[in-house]
């Protein structure tokens, strides 16, 4: 399996850092996992169009997970020869999410199908939502799903690529909890968005410091990881956006929880092979 790293940023804008977004490529497969701002251009970057997608998959909707979802849908349809709805799993929302944002494209579905005799069909969806348990199955990949806690903000899922004995998990936002560990459970790589909360909480806005009861912090992240016995643990989706040459002081961090394994400091387009 091959993961890259699409978008590692978090909501607040860099210059140098997409969306939240992961490629999980596996057995002829391309797999999505959310799609934050900029998802496309990235994707264009690890050679892999829209209508190249076999699945997306969103942890929860929160829009820097979910921003463009709608250049996603529109660029497929468009592109595609065939009719070729976008196939999407996610939490308890997630098809009336898709379908609002077909909603919203109305005005340009109708200049498309106006101007091309080639193009008379809709964009679509096909939607599956999930709280836990085998979320997809092709071959011999699986992918498995679990309820993880970034309350408020429910439900909340995190995912588990299978694939001839190595496994992959992108936790998405959340803190510590039963879903989370369980899918963790002896992972190869484990991918989590985190924060810095000595930071967040040195930065003088009451918005800013709500974002800690609900995120992962390094040392929580290494905690999981090194009860879950994981082998390479990502940090991603960094917030506050990393300073340069501060990528030791954040994997220090996760390290001070006694995670003994690999410690990855995410950058856009990264890959790691399992
Ligand atoms: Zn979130
Ligand atoms: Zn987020």
């Known amino acids: 399996m091959k993961l890259t790293l699409l978008g590692t940023g978090s909501p607040i804008p860099a210059p140098d850092r997409a969306g939240a977004a992961n490629l999980v490529q596996v057995d002829g497969c391309n797999l999505l996992f959310d799609c934050g ?16 997608l076999h699945r997306v998959f969103l942890t929860h909707l929160h829009s820097d997970h979910v921003t463009d979802f709608n250049d996603l849908v529109t660029t497929r349809w468009a592109m595609s020869p065939v009719e070729n709805p ?8 997630t098809a009336r999410f898709a379908a609002r944002t ?6 340009d579905i109708g200049y498309r199908i106006a101007h091309h005799d ?6 679509g969806c096909d939607v599956e939502e999930v709280q836990g348990g085998v979320a997809w199955e092709h071959n ?18 995190g995912y588990r690529v299978e694939h001839a004995g190595a496994a992959i998990v992108l936790a998405g936002d959340t803190v510590p909890c039963d879903g989370l560990q369980r899918l963790c459970a002896g992972a190869d790589i484990y991918v989590q968005t985190v924060i810095r909360a000595d930071l967040v909480r040195s930065i003088p806005s009451a918005r800013l410091h709500d974002i800690c009861d609900y995120h992962s912090t390094c040392e929580q992240a290494g905690a999981t990881a090194r009860d879950a016995g994981v082998a390479t643990l990502v940090l ?5 956006p990393p300073t340069p040459g501060s990528a030791g002081d954040w994997v220090d961090a996760a390290r001070s929880s006694g995670f ?15």
């Open 37 to 52: 701002r900029g998802v496309l251009i990235r994707l264009a970057a690890a050679g892999v169009m829209p209508a190249m």
């Open 86 to 93: 976008l196939p999407v799993t996610g939490p308890s929302g």
């Open 102 to 107: 077909i909603e919203m494209l109305v005005d």
């Open 118 to 123: 080639d193009l008379q069909w809709q964009p």
């Open 140 to 157: 011999d990949v699986r992918v498995l799903a679990a309820p993880t806690d970034h309350r408020p903000v429910a439900p909340t899922v």
């Open 236 to 240: 991603t989706h960094q917030v506050p």
């Open 260 to 274: 003994e394994g690999n410690i990855v400091f995410a950058e856009d387009l990264l890959s790691l092979e399992v």
